[in-house]
T-cell receptor, first 116, second 115 residues
Framework: GAVVSQHPSWVICKSGTSVKIECRSL??????MFWYRQFPKQSLMLMATSNEGSKATYEQGVEKDKFLINHASLTLSTLTVTSAHPEDSSFYIC????????????FGPGTRLTVL | AQSVTQLGSHVSVSEGALVLLRCNYSSSVPPYLFWYVQYPNQGLQLLLKYTSAATLVKGINGFEAEFKKSETSFHLTKPSAHMSDAAEYFC?????????????FGIGTKLQVIP
């Protein structure tokens, strides 16, 4: 099946710094990728939809200036958490449909962010 | 708006016993339904999906789920639990949105398998 990777797998940073998380589709092109956040013992919540060549679409309540998304190519989307604070500590997961409009998404392994 | 309700945030079964994880959905259009499994500190792996074909869907690792429109349910079952089945399971529903499928997840059910 299709493979989606994320880098880094975990990161610890100081409060006030910015952190960039990469999501790559390894053996297929993804014009659309999704970013989710998962707090401990909770479900995945969709944060935003990343679109190659255009602006990301953010879900209600997600600050676009805090969570910067760049979909620079058909295989790479990045999520930058700017001026991170301890409440941003979470598990961030990306996903991508192998084919546009299809129902099956492939999920990355996730990135554990801890903000001190 | 679509939604998913998973009944029971924690389920414990003995090894070899039947696994039943419950999921009810709400959708204004015929739904696509999924079950995903998540192992600690890992992403999600698709177990199975329903996309308006056969109502009984077979997935990986011996799991299956039955779509029941009259009950708006999509419960996940496995005849005999294995220790390796211990994980968190998410039911999800998707709907088309602007050319892609927007997925809504349930809160998850943590399955514990007792030896």
């Amino acid at each position: 099946g299709a493979v989606v990777s994320q880098h880094p797998s975990w990161v610890i940073c100081k409060s006030g710094t910015s952190v960039k998380i990469e999501c790559r589709s390894l053996d297929f092109q993804a014009t659309t990728m999704f970013w989710y956040r998962q707090f401990p013992k909770q479900s995945l919540m969709l944060m935003a939809t990343s679109n190659e060549g255009s602006k990301a679409t953010y879900e209600q309540g997600v600050e676009k200036d805090k969570f910067l998304i760049n979909h620079a190519s058909l295989t790479l989307s990045t999520l930058t958490v700017t001026s991170a604070h301890p409440e941003d500590s979470s598990f961030y997961i990306c996903s991508a449909p192998q084919l546009a409009g299809t129902d099956t998404q492939y999920f990355g392994p996730g990135t554990r962010l801890t903000v001190l | 708006a679509q939604s998913v309700t998973q009944l029971g945030s924690h389920v414990s079964v003995s090894e070899g016993a039947l696994v039943l994880l419950r999921c009810n959905y709400s959708s204004s259009v015929p739904p696509y339904l999924f079950w995903y499994v998540q192992y600690p500190n890992q992403g999600l792996q698709l177990l199975l999906k329903y996309t308006s074909a056969a109502t009984l869907v077979k997935g990986i690792n011996g799991f299956e789920a039955e779509f029941k429109k009259s009950e708006t349910s999509f419960h996940l079952t496995k005849p005999s639990a294995h220790m390796s089945d211990a994980a968190e399971y998410f039911c999800a529903v998707s709907e088309a949105a602007g050319g892609y499928q927007k997925v809504t997840f349930g809160i998850g059910t943590k399955l514990q398998v007792i030896p």
